[in-house]
């Protein structure tokens, strides 16, 4: 006759923000699950405007495989979109076309200031680049380097990625109401 199996009795749960309830469960907060989910399926835009985009290409190779960080598809609508990635100069005359995507893009929305060129203006020192596009969008992560090495990209999508974990997941109850 065969034995009968006896299954672990589960542990209750304890007081704190995150608790586990046995060893298949795991209660958390709704904002921290949503935080984890949209930090692993980031879809970038890539605004690809000068010598910075050969490193960008370079992302999707296997020595770096930017798709374990969920972002190697890139769309090429605002509209899909959640992380525009301005790469290399803007000139004033783009500067209006950079906006107008940006506004496309759904909330939320990210922007990465890719190299030198986008984040400061670069070595180009005249009245037609745009000195840093953080007088157009809001930025939310500078890669430095002229043009940056894949590894510093990788470090500023992870610095992302901790920013959206951190970020409150809901709009204010105050918003929500109007």
């Not at 958390?28 to 699950?33: K, V, Y």
């Not at 290399?88 to 190299?115: H, N, S």
């Not at 990625?161 to 970020?167: A, C, G, H, L, P």
Request: glycine share 6%; hydrophobic share 45%; with cysteine.
């Amino acid at each position: 006759m065969a034995k009968p199996i006896s299954l672990p009795r589960p542990r209750l749960a304890t007081s704190g923000e995150e608790a586990l309830l046995g060893d298949a469960v795991v209660v958390t907060r709704l904002d921290r699950a949503i935080g984890w989910a949209r930090k692993y399926s980031i879809f970038p835009y890539p605004f690809a405007t000068a010598c910075c985009a050969m490193e960008y290409m370079s992302l999707s190779m296997s020595a770096y495989d930017i798709d374990r960080f969920g972002a190697l598809l890139p769309r090429f609508t605002p509209r899909q979109a959640d992380l525009l990635m301005v790469i290399g100069t803007v000139t004033m005359r783009q500067a209006p076309i950079l906006r107008r995507v940006y506004e496309q893009m759904a909330e939320p929305k990210w922007v990465m200031a890719f190299g030198a060129c986008a984040s400061t203006g670069g070595f180009y020192d005249n009245y037609t680049t745009l000195p840093g596009i953080d007088l157009v969008v809001p930025v939310a992560v500078y890669v430095p380097g002229c043009p940056p090495r894949p590894e510093a990209v990788l470090d500023g999508l992870m610095a992302l990625q901790r920013k959206i974990q951190r970020e409150k997941q809901f709009p204010p109850r105050e918003a929500a109401a109007r």
